[in-house]
């Protein structure tokens, strides 16, 4: 179990309700937390309260503990000046409050708390750069007593994750606790597999017989198409080569022709014989 240190709260009784403040301490108890109020004392005649702070910052500083310092404007008003911090039962002097909020050794153990949205003005900066915790605890107090506090009721307070972060902090406890590393595995997602084509068609893919079909009938009106076109083009080629065909037979025809003439040339013939070779053409 972690050893947690004694913790006191130091509230004014002109801006802190003092049923607030003993709320807050029994709260923080029943987390476990050894808080103080000058509340518990009042039966015991002090008559030094002075020496009663001093020898509680003592304890609180040499056993690692807090001081919970509600911020008030009472509070501002007496470390602007020489007046005294009255309490409920006991007060503190504006001195040894500039000593708890100055001395730098104190400050650590120093946690300024704020109730009822109360927004701080002219506050020392030891306080305004520390963390801070924001209670609304009026709200317990006006509908509920400590004894029938159940966990379900604090749980629905507007202020809860504040009051549990104090109590962590209090109790010397990390709000985010860090889970164990554990040993080295292989992740639980599976590395993918690399699966022949046909197991994956047979499992993964899940082709029906009806799929099989429908791409049969595709490959053979396809099939059909291409047969349609090759018989065109050969109809087209039969027709170009008999077009050929013709051509060179007349082609053939007007070189005989040609060569025909040609020789009536050379042999020099009689103009009666032109004319009975061109009647008998």
């Not at 500039?98 to 153990?109: D, K, P, Q, R, S």
């Not at 379900?152 to 972060?165: A, C, K, Q, R």
């Not at 109790?171 to 997602?189: D, H, L, N, S």
Request: charged letters at 25%; aromatic letters at 6%; proline letters at 5%.
């Amino acid at each position: 179990r972690t050893e947690v240190g004694p913790a006191v709260i130091i509230y004014a009784k002109d801006d802190d309700p003092d049923d607030e403040v003993q709320m807050l301490s029994e709260l923080l108890r029943r987390f476990g937390v050894n808080c103080d109020i000058d509340q518990y004392h009042n039966t015991e005649k002090i008559a030094n309260w002075d020496h009663w702070w001093e020898a509680k910052v003592r304890q609180i500083s040499g056993k690692n503990g807090f001081i919970l310092l509600m911020c008030s404007p009472t509070l501002t008003k007496c470390l602007s000046s020489q007046q005294r911090l009255e309490m409920k039962e006991g007060s503190i002097s504006s001195q040894l409050l500039h000593v708890v909020i100055n001395n730098h050794e104190i400050t650590t153990h120093l946690l300024p708390v704020f109730l009822d949205h109360y927004v701080p003005q002219d506050l020392p900066i030891s306080l305004t750069q520390r963390k801070s915790y924001a209670l609304l605890l009026r709200t317990l107090t006006n509908h509920f007593d400590l004894e029938n506090i159940t966990a379900e009721i604090m749980s629905g307070l507007p202020d809860f994750n504040s009051l549990v972060s104090l109590a962590y902090k209090l109790t010397g406890q990390p709000e985010v606790e860090k889970p164990p590393v554990a040993q080295v595995r292989a992740p639980p997602i599976p590395r993918p597999a690399t699966v022949p084509v046909q197991e994956t068609l047979g499992q993964d893919a899940r082709i029906s017989d009806r799929d099989i079909q429908h791409l049969v009938e595709l490959i053979d009106e396809r099939q059909k198409s291409w047969s349609k076109l090759a018989i065109r083009l050969g109809v087209k080629m039969r027709k170009i080569q008999e077009i050929r065909d013709v051509c060179l037979t007349a082609n053939e025809q007007a070189e005989n022709m040609l060569k025909h003439w040609r020789d009536i040339m050379n042999n020099h013939r009689t103009k009666s014989d032109l004319e009975e070779m061109l009647n008998n053409l």
